[in-house]
Structures are given as C-alpha cells and as structure tokens.
C-alpha cells in the first residue's frame, strides 16, 4: 500500500516547473519574503518541460531597451497571426514585461548572441533573439530551486484538491510520486498551474520506429488542461490547436531557417506555390486578414496558419513535396553552421536523421511537412484557461481581481495554462509566471485564502482513484487471453492510440487533411463518453504505466473540451490549423469572439458561451522611439530584476 505524505501550510504550490512555474517561484518569492513556496514537478525541474531539451531562440523580446519594438507592436502581431482571436491584455501585459526576464537569464549566465555593431542582442526575426541555449532549462531552474522552499521531482500531480467549506475554491493538490509510488498531499493557499500543453492527442505522422518524436515534448500530456478542467475552471480557446510546418519527420523547427537564413519553399517542381493559394483563401477570410500587399509590413505578417494553408492545398494538389531551399544559404560557410547549430542547440533529432539518411541541405532541400496537431497556449496558438487580466488595462468582463487567476478561485495559471496569450514562447512563459505568483501574493495578503478545510475524505477518495488502475490490474491480471488482450480492461497505450485515433479521423487530424464537420464531431464526442467509461477500467502493472494511464486521462480532458469548442465555433477561423466543411468561411458577423466553457466537474456536463474579444491596442504602428508617449509599458528598460510594476 502505498505511503502517504502530507506537506501542510503551502502558501504557492507550483504544479509543474516548466518556464511558467519556474518564473512563479522566482517572483513567489521576491513578493513573498516570509510565504511558504513549494514546487511538485513530473520530471526533473533540471530537465522539465517544453524548454528540456534546450532552444537555439528566445522568441518573444521587444528590444524597448535598443528602441526596437514596444509592447503594443507585439500585441498588434500577434492578434494579427491568430486571425485576430487574442486576449490583448494579457498579451500586452506579458509583453511589457518580458524584457526584464529576459535580461535576467542573461545576469544568470544564459549565453545570448549579441551584435557586434550595435552591441544589441542579435536578432533573428523581429522578435526573436538567438541563444547558445542548450543549458537553458537548468539556468532558469536554479533561480527557481533557489527561491523555493522544497522542491519535489518526480510527482505526477493528478488533481486539484478543492475547499470543502468554500464552494469553488482551491485548497491543493494531490498526486504520486512515479519512482516511489507515495501517494503525495500538498495542502496551499494558491496552487499556479504551470503544466504543459498536449502533445499526442491527435495521432501522430510518427509510428512504429518513430513514435514518440512529435513536435512538442512527448511529455507534455495536457495536464495544464486535466487538472483545470476537472476543478472546474473555465477554458478559452480550446478549439484552437496548432499545425507546424517542420522539416520533416524530425520536427525541426523552421524560425531560423525563415527568418535568419532567408531560406524559402517550393514545390516539387522547383516553383514558388503560396501566392497562388492567397486569391482563394482571401474569399474565406476576408481581406483584412490576408492582405499579401501588406505583407512587407512586419507588423502585418502572413499568418501562420495561411502559410500551412498554401503547404496543405498544394501537397494535395499533387505538387508535394515542399522543399525547404537550403542549398543557396548553405553555400555561405557561416549560414551553414548556424543551420546545424540550429538544431544541435534544440532539435538534436533532426542532425541525427539527416545524417542517418544521408540528407546534406548544402547538397539536397531537405522536405517540409505539415504536423498533426496540438493543444497548447505559448507557440503560435492559444488555448488555455480563461483568466483574469491586470487591473490598469483589463476590461471588466476580463477583470475579477487577480491577475492570471482562473475562474476558480486561488488557482492561477502561467504559460500553457493561460489562453488568450499565443506567441509568449519561453520568456513570455516565464514571465506569466511572475505575473501570476505576484497576484498569488496580493490573494494571500488580502486574506482570501482564510479558513480553507479539507476533509479526509476528499484525500482518502482521491488516494483510491489514483491507485485504481493498479489494484484493476491486480484483480484482473490472471484473465488476460493473448498478449495484451484483456476482458475487463485496457491498458495505456491501448487508450492513448483509441483517443489518437478518434481524435485523428473525427476532430480534424493531419490523415483527413485538418477537416471535420458537426456530424463528425458528435460522433467523436459519443466515442469519447465510450472512452471515459473504459478508462474508469485502464490497467496499470507498474508505477511507470499508472504514470501513462494519469497521463491519459489528462489528455482525454483536453481532447473532450478541443471537440466541444470545435462544435461551438462555427466557421472556420484558422484555416491551415483546422476545417469546418460545414463553415469554410471565417464568419465575423457571429463568431468576432472568444469562445469559453465549463465542464461541470460534477456531471461532466459542457456549458459554452461567447465572450467579447475587445481590441485594446490601435492598428497603427508607433516606433519605440516614440515611447515616451506611451503608457507605463513602455517605460525605459522594463522594471529590472524582480519588480513587476
Ligand atoms: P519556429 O522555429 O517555427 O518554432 O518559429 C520560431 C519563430 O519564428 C516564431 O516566432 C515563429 O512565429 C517565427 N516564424 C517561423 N516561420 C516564420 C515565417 N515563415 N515568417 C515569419 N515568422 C516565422
């Protein structure tokens, strides 16, 4: 029977140390000198999270310092590459603090490439910088482990544990620890949600010998959307999943190759095919929102989702594949090796495959290809809880007075856990999470965490349901008819390739080239109650498989609140991202708005609604230059160190 270990009078509980829960416990701790700051993290805060295995770019910093971009530049791009679909106080608020974190890592030893002219950062794009960022993760988590009272690898927290004398109030979390098998309470004032994304719950293009390469972290398994979703929090933007152009079957990412290496694609015939596709595409999205003309304006990008457009129209016009044209920038010595520095600095996977399968870019274009899709709230998309904004500049229906905190009450939320917030990427995450334990704090201090209880009850009932999975596999292990087949139950990787599938053909997978419909996703939503049913039943024959059975049931939330959001948007929003064929046109008359639902944790019942997506910064363009007419976000430098205005 497995241990049970208590950890009383948490002030901040920070579930999953990513770059969100990391920059939670730095600030956590300037803004609470005296608080009790505990971090539970899946992995190894070291080597956790979507930044894990390194990044070659820190791709979200304005420059104000060097009079590059001001906030509201960046809010204007992005609200442009999302379709318009975009918190923007959130965003604006982010971004006018993200200079200063960045800044940080760089005090702390984060090695970033400078201009030798200028003396500026050096830029890969207009918002990128780049980075010798193999030891990113481990830099940033020191700051983290410094500030915090305990750090606890290891523990995959499955649930939420709420307040049993307040209705809809956080009072904790429980999980397991996937070493030990100890059954782990942390009992807090404020939990801030800093888990991942979902990888994997759309069937990925790599099977059999490639499985498990995807684009994001193969580990990132929802659970930012698991445990909000089961408390009971409201979701934003669920429908909003991302489709990644990358080199293909090594994910490798293409920013730099774009924007550094002034590389460009073409079709198997040699020939330049997006501008082509832009005519058609315009009569579905109007043109306010592809405006090719326009585009030499930075401010006024072809989105992402429009690029993966033209990539899809042609493959299926029978002109694939697309070629990256590496072979001219490769002839250029230096913009060779920034190419595999590129990728040794992040993606080792794709100089692995390259080299395995004799590809060589100076010689050969290496292929693109469209990825199947994701959940997540930080790259170019964003799906997440619906949170509060910062008081200066947040509407009233995006303000109930603490910013980055959900509709449930002391539970916040940093990185992928917030939605409304696309293009934050790693420092952007980081600095939500400083965002979010600094109104953690003020939640605290202003005395809205007192008289929390929490019954044994809820402790025992949740200890029973973690372990379930292995007491079934206990019961029933000696039933087992051939090889995995068993009677009374599935087991995790039965389940996972059962939501991949149905997720896959009805939800808009890369096999039906990103299209659904109403019918089909009613039926992908009857499979899925199916499914439920039987994970009540999922088998665990060890600590590692009840791991990916919790990890399963996370990806099963998030993949239930993705088809209820897609079924309530009716248009199609994003082409290139997803398909209505019942709604092929982006429809601003009716859905000019943000989409927000709630699963009665009770009943597992979906209530939807629409919320306002008010446009708060203007459409034109100011330089930095001009900043001292701007508000206090533009303020020379950004506040330094801790000190979030
Ligand atoms: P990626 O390498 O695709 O993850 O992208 C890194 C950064 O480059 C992100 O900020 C992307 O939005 C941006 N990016 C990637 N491709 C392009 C492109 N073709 N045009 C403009 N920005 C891009």
Same mark, same amino acid.
């Given at each position: ?135 990113? $993760?481990?830099?940033?988590? *020191?700051?983290?482990?410094?500030? /915090?009272?305990?750090?606890?690898? @290891?523990?995959?927290? +499955?649930? %939420? ?121 315009? $009569?579905?999205?109007?043109? *306010?929102?592809?405006?090719?003309? /326009?585009?030499?304006?930075?401010? @006024?990008?072809?989105? +992402?989702? %429009? ?132 109104? /953690? ?205």
């Amino acid at each position: 029977m497995a241990k049970t270990i208590v950890e009383d009078n948490i002030d901040i509980l920070i579930a999953g140390a990513g770059l969100g829960g990391t920059g939670s416990a730095f600030e956590a701790r300037y803004w609470g000198k005296d608080k009790n700051i505990v971090i539970a993290e899946k992995a190894n805060i070291d080597r956790s999270g979507a930044v894990a295995q390194g990044l070659y770019a820190i791709n979200c910093y304005m420059g104000t310092r060097f009079g590059e971009n001001n906030p509201e530049d960046h809010v204007r791009y992005a609200r442009i590459d999302l379709m318009g679909m975009v918190r923007e106080d959130l965003l604006f608020d982010m971004a006018r603090h993200v200079d200063s974190t960045v800044h940080q890592f760089e005090e702390w030893g984060l090695p970033i490439m400078r201009d030798p002219k200028s003396g500026s950062y050096l830029r890969e794009g207009r918002w990128q910088i780049m980075i010798h960022g193999e030891s990113y $993760k481990p830099i940033v988590a *020191e700051a983290a482990k410094k500030s /915090a009272d305990k750090v606890f690898n @290891r523990i995959c927290v +499955t649930h %939420l544990l709420m307040d049993d004398s307040k209705e809809n109030r956080v009072a904790g979390a429980v999980g397991f620890n996937v070493r030990t098998g100890d059954y782990h309470v942390f009992k807090s004032k404020t939990v801030i949600v800093g888990a991942g994304g979902a990888s994997n719950i759309f069937r990925p293009r790599s099977v059999g010998e490639g499985a498990g390469r995807v684009w994001y972290a193969p580990w990132s398994s929802g659970s930012a959307y698991g445990l909000m979703i089961g408390a009971g929090a409201k979701m934003t933007q669920m429908e909003n999943r991302i489709v990644l152009a990358r080199f293909k079957d090594g994910y490798g990412p293409v920013g730099a190759y774009f924007l550094h290496l002034k590389t460009y694609t073409q079709n198997c015939n040699g020939e330049e095919y997006e501008s082509k596709w832009f005519p058609g595409l315009q $009569k579905m999205v109007g043109k *306010e929102y592809l405006d090719p003309e /326009a585009s030499h304006l930075t401010h @006024r990008p072809i989105p +992402t989702c %429009l690029r993966n457009h033209a990539l899809i129209n042609e493959i299926n016009a029978g002109r694939g594949p697309i070629h990256m044209v590496t072979m001219e920038a490769f002839q250029d010595p230096h913009l060779e090796e920034i190419g595999w520095h590129n990728f040794l600095g992040m993606t080792v996977g794709q100089a692995v495959l390259w080299a395995a399968t004799d590809v060589n870019p100076k010689y050969e274009n290496p292929e693109l290809t469209t990825s199947e899709p994701y959940v997540m709230g930080s790259h170019a998309t964003g799906s997440g809880a619906w949170c509060s904004g910062p008081e200066d500049v947040s509407p009233d229906e995006y303000f109930w007075g603490y910013n980055r905190m959900t509709t449930v009450e002391g539970l916040f939320g940093a990185g992928d856990a917030v939605g409304g917030t696309p293009h934050a990427f790693s420092s952007g995450s980081f600095t939500e999470g400083r965002l979010a334990a600094k109104a /953690a704090c003020k939640y605290i201090d202003d005395g809205k965490a007192e008289g929390i209880s929490i019954s044994q009850e809820q402790i025992d009932r949740r200890k029973a349901e973690i372990f379930k999975p292995m007491e079934h596999y206990k019961v029933f292990r000696n039933e087992i008819v051939a090889g995995d087949v068993n009677p009374n139950y599935i087991n995790p990787r039965q389940g996972l390739d059962r939501l991949q599938k149905l997720m896959d053909e009805y939800a808009g997978g890369a096999t039906v080239n990103y299209m659904t419909n109403d019918k089909l996703l009613h039926i992908g939503l009857k499979k899925l109650k199916l499914l439920e049913e039987d994970l009540e039943k999922v088998a665990a024959k060890d600590i590692h498989e009840l791991l990916r059975a919790w990890e399963l049931k996370h990806r099963h939330l998030a993949s239930e609140s993705v088809v209820q959001h897609t079924l309530f948007r009716k248009e199609t929003r994003w082409p290139g991202y997803y398909y209505r064929g019942d709604a092929l046109k982006l429809d601003d008359e009716n859905w000019h708005v943000l989409t927000v639902s709630r699963r009665d944790p009770k009943t597992g019942e979906y209530t939807m609604e629409k919320a306002p997506c008010y446009h708060i910064v203007g459409d034109d363009e100011q330089s930095a230059s001009e900043k001292d007419e701007q508000p206090a976000s533009a303020e020379e430098g950004q506040p330094s160190s801790a000190e979030i205005a």
